[in-house]
């Protein structure tokens, strides 16, 4: 388990520790001994498997490329986990989000536990027929430990429902027979994959920052102010006005977030920066997302990088650096691209006084404490980007069932899964006075821990 991971997850095990709520039929040494089991089986995996696929290059070269599966916890359901194609992909980077899944699940009672795989190539340099083979034998050599009922995959970085598809056909040329249209998600939709399923994670990210705003804090107004919580001040100085904001990344997750805020228009809130991996585009009066999703679309998701192209598109905007997007003076700024974004020497410069995370951990550890201290509100990755694992759910459902949803009745069994989370960890948030983050692993954690002593793993 990655440091930070493993320190929050430890806070959680010490503040469920000295709740005596939490187990109340166990007292003094020996529940200190089952806290200390939960740690131990929390930190690390069930099993990992790595293989090195060995596949023909079309210059006829024979390669040998690592790739990993890794099971963290199984207590609440089958693995599951996206498969990352990226060329930094190790095994404790695997590891470490097979862990994040599992609390994921938990926390969003997703009854599924937390696995996660990689294969280390950088997918841009090998051809469409290197991609194939790679995802072909991948199933092959890790074909034992997946499955409807054992462990399901799912798109992750440089992964998406074309990988998918190759998965889960080869998986069902080597089970004949066999259902296998619940054995990966993130299918395509003739494939029998999940309306909506591509948009998901971008709606929930924005609908966990509505709600929050619009919904709880507006209706709990007088309960919360009893708490004197640090950053009630901020959050109240937001409702009942326009908001600007800024988004990085434009892709899957970040284009969604653009669209949900331009459709949102009673709330008339303003997007003033947008960026990818190229450039950062900003306009003081808003941006127009309508004009940028065309552009994107027609540019294989790409947003423009010169006045020319701009122009072409009559988008108003100015040119800036990638990394200028973070520093924008917003209200809210939405993290979709990668990893690490906001760290120890580049948060002073960091204005926003909410963030919320559509990327997993893009804040580091040391930054998060820095905005903290400075009661940023930050909506962490295990509650904001979500959506994909539970319409992923319902994709394995639809699958199991061969009955499938329309795409509003997916959307509608979202929002409704995530209220029921976003309901339960924003009373600890308010009237406990920790981090919106450390609420979600302690609910997250308290859910495991209450499963693994039921099952009697803990003695
Ligand atoms: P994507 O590949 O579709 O988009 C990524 C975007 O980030 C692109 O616009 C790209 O240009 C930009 N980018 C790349 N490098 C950058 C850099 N150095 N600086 C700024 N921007 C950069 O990916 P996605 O599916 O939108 O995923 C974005 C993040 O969200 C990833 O961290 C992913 O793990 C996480 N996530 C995605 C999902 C999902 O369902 N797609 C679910 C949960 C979490």
Request: charged share 20%.
């Amino acid at each position: 388990m990655g440091r930070q991971t493993g320190t929050i997850v430890q806070q959680a095990l010490d503040i469920l520790l000295a709740d005596p709520a939490i187990l109340p039929l166990l007292k003094g040494n020996s529940r200190e001994q089952i806290f200390q089991s939960i740690g131990a089986i929390l930190s690390t995996p069930n099993k990992t498997h790595k293989a090195y696929l060995r596949i023909t290059l079309d210059s006829g070269n024979v390669v040998r490329i690592p790739a990993y599966r890794i099971q963290h916890n199984d207590a609440i359901g089958p693995y599951k986990g996206g498969i990352r194609f990226h060329e930094s992909v190790n095994e404790d980077e695997v590891s470490n989000l097979a862990a994040l899944m599992t609390l994921k699940n938990a926390l969003h009672d997703v009854p599924f536990g937390g696995g996660k795989g990689g294969v280390g190539i950088n997918p841009r340099k090998y051809s469409e027929r290197e991609l194939y083979l790679i995802c072909k034998k991948y199933v092959q050599y890790f074909t034992d430990i997946l499955g409807p009922d054992k462990d399901i995959p799912a798109p992750d970085m440089g992964t998406g429902e074309r990988e998918m598809d190759w998965m889960t056909a080869e998986y069902k040329s080597i089970h004949p027979g066999r259902p296998y249209l619940g054995s990966f998600t993130g299918k395509s939709i003739v494939s029998g994959g999940s309306l909506g399923r591509r948009e998901a994670t971008g709606k929930g990210v924005y609908f966990s920052f509505k709600y929050m705003l619009d919904h709880y804090i507006r209706s709990n107004l007088s309960t919360l102010e009893t708490y004197n919580n640090p950053y009630l001040p901020i959050a109240k100085s937001y409702l009942n006005r326009p908001l600007t904001m800024a988004i990085q990344g434009f892709g899957n997750v970040g284009a969604v977030i653009a669209q949900e805020i331009f459709n949102d228009q009673s709330a008339q809130h303003s997007v003033v920066a947008v960026s990818d991996r190229n450039v950062t585009l900003f306009n003081e009066n808003g941006l127009p997302i309508d004009k940028l999703l065309q552009y994107s679309a027609d540019h294989s998701g790409e947003l423009p990088t010169t006045a020319e192209a701009c122009a072409e598109y009559h988008i108003d905007a100015h040119i800036q650096d990638r990394e200028a997007v973070l520093y924008q003076e917003v209200d809210v700024l939405f993290l979709a691209a990668l990893e690490e974004q906001i760290h120890e020497r580049n948060v002073d410069q960091v204005k926003a006084k909410w963030i919320v995370e559509g990327a997993n951990a893009p804040i580091t550890g040391e930054a998060d404490d820095v905005l903290a201290a400075k009661n940023v509100i930050v909506i962490p990755d295990i509650l904001a980007n979500a959506g994909g694992v539970i319409v992923s759910y319902f994709e394995w459902l639809q699958g199991k069932d061969t009955q499938f949803y329309s795409e509003e009745h997916v959307y509608e069994l979202l929002y409704a899964k995530m209220q029921k989370t976003l309901d339960q960890v924003f009373p600890l948030f308010f009237s406990q006075n920790h981090q919106l983050r450390q609420s979600c692993y302690n609910h997250a954690v308290m859910k495991l821990s209450l499963v693994l002593y039921r099952q009697g793993k803990l003695y």
